[in-house]
């Protein structure tokens, strides 16, 4: 996470997260997508991105939220860091 920090001026839009106690970055590129950066190990990093085209849902308005959600999902499925 140390390096995507330090490049954190590169993004025009970016705010600093933690998910699941993970700390992270949200990157809105553009605006329906959104892009997530969260650390899992001192050396590796979950980069998830996600693109809402069609507001549906209510959860879906927020985009960089509901990547949040989603992130959630996937650290809980992937085994402890080693």
Same mark, same amino acid.
């Not at 959104?34 to 990093?45: E, I, P, W």
């Not at 209510?58 to 959630?72: L, M, N, Q, S």
């Given at each position: 996470?140390?390096?995507?920090?330090? #490049?954190?001026?590169?993004?025009?839009?970016? $705010?600093? =997260?933690?998910?699941?106690? #993970?700390?992270?970055?949200?990157?809105?590129?553009?605006?329906? =997508?959104?892009?997530?950066?969260?650390?899992?190990?001192? =050396?590796?990093?979950?980069?998830?991105?996600?693109?809402?085209?069609?507001?549906?849902?209510? $959860?879906?308005?927020? #985009?960089?939220?509901?990547? $949040?959600?989603?992130?959630?999902?996937?650290?809980?499925?992937?085994?402890?860091?080693?």
């Amino acid at each position: 996470m140390a390096a995507v920090y330090a #490049h954190r001026k590169d993004f025009s839009n970016s $705010e600093k =997260t933690s998910v699941n106690g #993970h700390p992270g970055l949200r990157v809105e590129k553009f605006s329906k =997508t959104c892009g997530l950066y969260v650390g899992t190990s001192d =050396t590796q990093l979950l980069l998830v991105d996600v693109a809402v085209l069609r507001d549906v849902k209510p $959860e879906y308005r927020d #985009h960089c939220a509901f990547i $949040e959600k989603v992130a959630g999902m996937v650290l809980s499925n992937l085994p402890p860091a080693s």
